[in-house]
């Protein structure tokens, strides 16, 4: 054992080498003045580098209450060179700094305000040190102030008591914080309580000039030191940014016994919650203000109300309860009770026939005419004639079957003309087309495929033959495409189209290419989704290791957790789209399944078959699988919601607008329309948009989006106008300089006036959307190029329903039905959807700003039930996609109308 005469002898020793010898030290005669005072007064003087002050407290420790004290020193004229030095020497605790105290190592503060380790803890830690033995309560700190300046430099400060230190469950306190002020409270969860919310705000600017101040909320363990200061605050616990107001949910298997500090500290700039780069021109002025501060403070000139009150903020906290386990089952159960509610309605239908008998691709049978009596044959009369079969009705519609479906009038063309081409065919006032015709300056000149070649008895093609047709020697469907090509160019100049003329393929090849949509969205779903849940899983990882709350854009004033999941409500409320998506592929294969056993049925009897639009259901089950998917995207992106994986909540909703609207334009046809490679082609083209316009938001990328969205609209709009005839290569330009200075193109009228209008509506609006995005660039770019989509699809629809009623067809009934529940949900999901309770575009600062809480069975909040209306908004459109063309089953194909 070293004796204490030695070991006081070698700290003299050192200190003297470290002043520069002790000889320096032997001239300044330091006088050292000891006093023992009291707290909650205010203690005033100056101190030189000759003179400096200790004073030692004494105070009671409450023995089953834990108390902290809170110090503030103000001195006015100290200086950078030559600051005032602090140092506090506590139980277990040495803290020290400096007047004037810098922050951001930038902005000097005169006022300093610290709370030190509550002394509740020292007795817990002594407690814990010596067992059971008797623990004295009185403790002692002291405080120690001095300078190396030879002036005097003043000082001012006080201690006492923090006042609601401890925190209460639902009691909400009020204070003001600054840089140089943090403020610090402690909370013990009680017995049986996992979890609570603790939530800060302050109130909102009254003028729309004045700032908010940026803040730091921090949840820490409930220990020695406390991390209070704005460059240490992000070293432990959990920590998020706010202006207004801050919301953090406490697990108690995150702190030791539930105990843990609450520290609130005011930033000395706005950037951390406005930018991290480029200041505002705001923040440029009060950078401007502050430093006018300091210059009259180093001068003499004292003013405190510029200086350190510019960033005090009132902030008001409070701890409260969330919800427990039977509210979490009741709103998780409640939803799931909902959605059954359309599966059991769905098996409701199915046994009134919905999906069965009155809804397949077949005619029901016809009765014989043997065993009709007398009224019936009054109704329907049967007239005999060589050529085919005249059926006559109530609504006095006549309609001459063959085997192969077509018309009696059909019929006996093909057989006059069967030498001819379609352009030798007489058009209704009976003036041939010459053969080198020009209609809307495409001109056909060859001989193309008679109908009864190309249409004939495809129905009655079985899959060994269609195999066989894959590598034939001689195919003149596969082989020969320029004379189908200028066959439908012959099409593009006829005024009406039907079904019959652009179905060239046989039905069981038109199933197979149909099927590749589903199995192909399958693969790329697969391959999409893996790497998203491992990506936002690490995020949410990264957030629980570092304790950043802003890595992740919750609405934290509803964001209910269960366990690893930070955000269950927002991830489970997308169930919607999940469930009824997986109703809606059950809807679809129940009807093929009907529609495959009558059509077998028919076969057997001979019946015929070639009624209705061509059965293809691939796209249908496109569009379920991708309404499954949206719901998985959108949860993975509410895992940890922010702005680099939005386009995860959004790449479905792209496949689900393009495949609505690409399903509406194959149902009439069926060879124009593209192959599943090419559509998913263009989304994942479009998805990159996304993705490029979110990472470079710049004017320049606006104008050449702009740009190839006119482009492109340009093909689009001319390939539907042309029946898919118009090629892109190089022999393009010519046949577009034919097409100006052709005569068709002077100012006569076109001849498809229907599917020209529908041109002009299509460059109408996404030239104007590619305008707008150019002019106005707005913030949110994938919610722009989303809008573009929906946009074309309505335009479709509207157009699909307008050219529906105006040839003559019906609306059925259960379509109607569909649009009225679509209507109603989609007004009130867009209603929800407009509350931005949390913004990714701006900082999580910011974004916390809309943050509201739960409204809906106490789980849910606005955001969840857009969620759940707009999935069922999406089912009630795919149902009324589904059923718009039920009224055309028993409709012969040649004369249902192309539109």
Known sequence: MVPNGFTQWVSVCVCCCFWGGCGVLANRNVIVSQYNVTLDRWYSGTVTANQSITFIFDYQVPVNYTR????????QFATSAEPLLVVVREVKRVTSWEIPFYLEKTYPYWSVRRTLCPARDYLDYILGAVGNGTVKIQQQLSVDITTQSEKPVDYSFNIW????????????????????????????????IDRVLVRAWSPKPKAKDDKTIC?????????????????????????????????????????????FDVVLVALSEDYRCREMMD????????????????????????????????????????????????????????????????????RIALCFGFMTTKTVNVPERETPIESMDEAEKGEKCLRMEDDGEIETTKKGKLHVEFANGMSAKSEKANTANAEKTPLQVKQKDDKPLAANAVHDGLEMTDVFPTNEQTIGNRMNVTDEEVQETENPPVDPLELEHQERDKYRASLAGKAIVTVTEVSLRPIVQIGKRDRAYNWTLLIIAIFYALPVVQLVLTYQRVMKSTGNMDLCYYNFKCAHPLGRLNDFNHIFSNIGYVLLGALFVLIVWKRQTAHDMHEREANRNEEETSLGLPPQYGLFYAMGFSLIMEGVMSACYHICPNYSNFQFDTSFMYLLGGLFLLKMYQSRHADISPNAQLAYAV?????????????????????????????????????MYYMGSWKFDLAMFSRCFAMLRGKCMG???????????????????????????????????????????????????????FMKIRSGETIPRIAIFFMVLAGITWGGAMYFFLFRLTNWVDTPAYSREGNEHCFFLEFYDQHDVWHMMS????????????????????????DIRVF
């Open 68 to 75: 902290a004290l809170r110090l503030q020193l103000v001195s």
């Open 161 to 192: 008591f923090v006042p609601g230190y401890l925190l209460k469950t639902e009691r909400e306190i009020d204070f003001r914080i600054s840089p140089s002020s943090p403020a610090i409270f402690q909370y013990q969860m009680p017995e049986g």
């Open 215 to 259: 803040s730091y909320l921090s949840v820490q363990p409930a220990y020695c030191p406390v991390a209070d200061l704005p460059g240490d605050i992000t070293s432990q616990g959990e920590y998020q940014t706010f202006t207004t107001q801050g919301a953090i949910i406490v697990k108690r298997e995150d702190f030791h016994n539930g105990k």
């Open 279 to 346: 200041l505002t021109p705001q923040l440029q002025k009060d950078s401007i203000d502050i430093a006018k501060a300091i210059e009259r403070n180093l001068s003499g000139e004292w003013d405190d109300t510029t200086l350190f009150k510019k960033r005090q903020k009132h902030v008001f906290l409070v701890v409260e309860n969330v919800l427990k386990p039977f509210q979490y089952a009741v709103a998780t159960l409640s939803v799931l009770g909902f959605y059954f509610l359309f599966y059991l309605a769905f």
């Open 683 to 719: 989304f994942a083209f479009w998805i990159f948009l996304a993705v490029i316009g979110v990472v470079i938001d710049k004017q320049w990328f606006w104008t050449a989006f702009a740009v190839v969205l006119i482009v492109g609209s340009i093909p689009l709009g001319i390939q």
């Open 747 to 801: 100012c006569s009228r076109p001849t498809a006036t229907d599917r020209f209008s529908l041109l002009m509506m299509i460059y109408a609006v996404n030239w104007l959307m590619a305008l707008t995005g150019a002019i106005f660039a707005p913030t949110d770019f994938s919610t722009f190029l989303l809008s573009i989509v929906l946009a074309n699809a309505f335009l479709y629809f509207v157009f699909y329903m």
């Open 871 to 894: 999935a069922c908004s999406m089912f009630f459109n795919f149902m009324i996609l589904f059923t718009l063309d039920d009224d055309l089953f028993c409709v012969p194909r040649a």
